[in-house]
């Protein structure tokens, strides 16, 4: 029978010429991706000057001649323990993740990398608006990176190396719109289905930012306030436990003064969070007001043509392409990029809407300022620092031997009180168009007060101390969007801190270890209390339910019987104010009966011990976990199966100790410090973060060398 007439014969050779097909598009597409550009002489030559102390618990301890050169070094040592998430962070700054992944998370990433001019401000500014100092220390961790891929090609994707200092610094200028929630606004008018008008309240808008508050901890004590004359700091950021945002824990040591322990993030060359040998600091996130969405006036006549007061103005207009990676070949995506003088503009089915976000092309100098904060020897140095003022969000707690501060650290726009400012604003009059912010010198903050001590905690300036040391409110008007509201962590931090003379160091602990909710936290205000005054039982479950909700004391602690049934009754309605920045949120009376249902399903029972429930989970480690939401010990934990599993919360904690023999920290990290699951510090210091245990940090070159796992210059593996 001809191969033509027999169909069974003809579908399996079809199938075998698309499986060769397929496997030959892998094998190239393959050979692409491991196709590195070969080892520079010049990075064996830099590597050379650096050496990777590794302690037992495998943090880094990085010692290079240079600043450049211990940048190198970090981001090898960071490489050996991240590379996928460095490797992603920067490819993602770069507009290409959809290259790398193809999901929604990717497009909207790139689209919104394209539309802020990511890579065109970075490529216009580089050279001139960064020192040289700081372009060597981000040319020097781009070269330390690329090291590591060439080394390491079945790790890498070749289509994006060799990186580049310019690669490092976008990083900076595309992750921060993100955490002032240009995203938010963005993606709420491109989901729109309707025109949104003037007068149009948006999810973090002034209204809702007052409710949008994402954890963090930070709270110094003066020497003076302490029963043994040291100075403490409480650095206590709350991220996502994985992921691009999640701390790495290193120390980077140069012969040029850089002597810094502390947070960082995959693909950065400096440290956020922590101390040097003079001073420390923590930030916590603010919530002003920091993005503006503009209506435009468009011409019936000319499309491109937008009206402001009595003229026409044209839109500036750019293509941009995002390609997408659809394994067998490319797809590109052609769009335009509009910019109007409000700011980057989009258009939809219903209009052109413009965006202003506080420091508006001024992000790429973010990472001089922290690399200037990180080699400050004193307070004055600091501050010099921070007049820099290129970081537009963050409060920062600072302490040092004989000061401590506070700062709302923003970028407060000056803006015209005859407008709703939490709303869409009319995109046709200059009268919307603020080009001024508050200097530096004039926000709200604190220094040295007669409390003793300061603290933030996502909430109001208003409220940083006791006393009458606190910025005044009637000081910054309400067009700024300054928060308001005070979290139960704060309420908490003032009644403590507040109410103790003289504060030891195990009490200093103690308070921030906390796990208890404030009679006047919003957990009650929201959840608790509706359910107890308004619930009528339907049945006898309901009933013991509720008479176990109104014995919870509040606390926290992993064998308390009632803070599950009061956390899960509370977690979808903070989801919604925190997460969602919905304008409506879930009736307490409907996730009440909700976590009812869910506890008696999975136990059998309402009354669960909460450490029962709510685990840590690590590879093969499963450990009960305490704290919950908004307490001082927070922790974050979602649904997953039968469970609460912590993502996030209490993350990287450091307490800095500055005495008159120097300074001195402990720290603890929720997992690790790698996220290889074959390392053995994937998860070696989640059983004593289970338990509130801090390990001493290691800063003085003999006690890392005492305690040293392994030692080596980039390019030599160290075991993991």
């Known amino acids: 029978m001809p191969f033509a007439r027999d169909p069974i014969r003809r579908t399996v050779y079809s199938v075998i010429i698309i499986i060769a097909i397929l496997f030959a598009a892998h094998f190239i597409r393959a050979t692409i991706q491991s196709s590195m550009p070969p080892v520079d002489p010049a990075w064996q030559e830099q590597a050379g000057r650096v050496q990777i102390l590794r302690d037992e618990w495998g943090i880094a301890h990085v010692y290079g001649q240079s600043d450049a050169d211990a940048a190198f070094g970090l981001a090898y040592a960071h490489a050996e323990d991240d590379f996928a998430l460095i490797q992603g962070a920067l490819i993602a700054a770069q507009g290409k993740l959809s290259l790398l992944q193809l999901s929604e998370k990717a497009l909207a990433n790139d689209f919104y990398t394209d539309l802020f001019g990511i890579q065109i401000d970075t490529d216009t500014y580089y050279d001139t608006v960064l020192s040289d100092d700081t372009r060597a220390m981000l040319e020097g961790y781009a070269a330390g990176f690329n090291y590591y891929a060439s080394l390491h090609p079945d790790e890498a994707d070749g289509r994006f190396f060799p990186i580049t200092g310019k690669d490092i610094a976008a990083g900076f200028a595309h992750k921060l719109p993100l955490f002032l929630r240009i995203d938010l606004s963005l993606k709420t008018i491109m989901e729109s289905e309707d025109p949104l008008m003037p007068g149009t309240v948006l999810p973090g808008s002034l209204e809702t930012a007052r409710l949008r508050m994402v954890a963090s901890n930070a709270h110094a004590v003066h020497a003076g306030h302490s029963t043994d004359g040291i100075t403490r700091l409480n650095v206590n950021s709350h991220q996502p436990w994985e992921g691009p945002v999640a701390w790495y824990e290193a120390h980077v040591i140069s012969e040029e003064g850089w002597n810094m322990l502390g947070g960082t993030f995959p693909g950065s060359p400096i440290i956020f969070v922590g101390h040097n040998e003079h001073l420390g600091w923590a930030h916590t996130v603010n919530h002003y007001d920091s993005v503006d969405v503009y209506r435009l006036e468009m011409n019936p006549d000319n499309p491109l043509q937008y009206r402001v007061d009595d003229e026409w103005l044209e839109l500036k207009e750019r293509p941009i392409e995002i390609t997408v990676d659809l394994f067998l070949f490319n797809f590109t995506y052609d769009d335009m990029a509009y910019t109007s003088i409000y700011g980057p503009t989009v258009k939809t089915d219903h209009g052109y809407y413009a965006f202003r976000h506080a420091g508006l092309g001024d992000m790429l100098r973010t990472v001089e300022q922290w690399y200037r904060m990180n080699k400050a020897a004193n307070f004055n140095e600091w501050q010099n620092a921070m007049r820099l ?57 604190v220094t040295n007060p007669p409390s003793g001590f300061v603290q933030n905690c996502n909430s109001t300036p208003f409220r940083t101390t006791t006393g009458n040391a606190n910025p005044r409110r009637e000081d910054y008007p309400e067009s700024m969007g300054i928060e308001d509201r005070m979290t139960n962590r704060a309420l908490r931090s003032l009644e403590l801190f507040g109410g103790d003379q003289r504060i030891s160091r195990a009490e200093f602990l103690r308070y921030k270890w906390d796990r208890a909710y404030d009679s006047q936290a919003p957990i009650y205000r929201e959840a608790i209390t509706p359910v107890l005054e308004n619930l009528t039982p339907q049945n006898e479950t309901e009933r013991r339910a509720l008479g176990i909700l109104r014995q919870w004391n509040g606390r926290t602690d992993p064998d308390n019987r009632s803070a599950a049934l009061a956390i899960l009754t509370w977690q979808p309605i903070w989801t919604s104010i925190v997460v969602d920045r919905a304008l409506e949120h879930p009736d307490p009376l409907d996730t009440f009966r909700a976590a009812v249902d869910w506890l008696l399903s999975k136990y059998g029972r309402v009354d669960v011990p909460l450490g029962q429930v709510q685990r840590l989970i690590r590879g093969n480690v499963n450990l009960p976990l305490g704290g919950g939401p908004d307490v001082l010990n927070a922790i974050h934990a979602r649904k997953d199966g039968s469970i609460l599993r912590g993502w996030a919360g209490d993350a990287y904690i450091q307490i800095a100790e500055f005495g008159p023999d120097g300074v001195q920290s402990l720290a603890i990290h929720q997992y690790g410090n790698s996220s290889r699951a074959d390392s053995p510090h994937y998860s070696d210091q989640a059983p004593l973060f289970s338990h509130r245990t801090l390990r001493r940090s290691l800063y003085d070159r003999a006690d890392i060398e005492e305690r040293l796992e392994s030692g080596y210059h980039p390019g030599a593996e160290h075991p993991r």
């Open 389 to 445: 003022h290129a970081l537009p969000m963050f409060n920062t707690v600072y302490a040092d031997r004989n000061t401590i501060h506070y700062v709302y650290n923003a970028r407060l726009p000056i803006r015209n009180p005859d407008y709703d400012w939490r709303a869409v604003l009319p995109g046709n009059t200059r009268k919307t168009l603020w080009e001024t912010e508050l200097p530096y010198d004039q926000l709200p903050q």
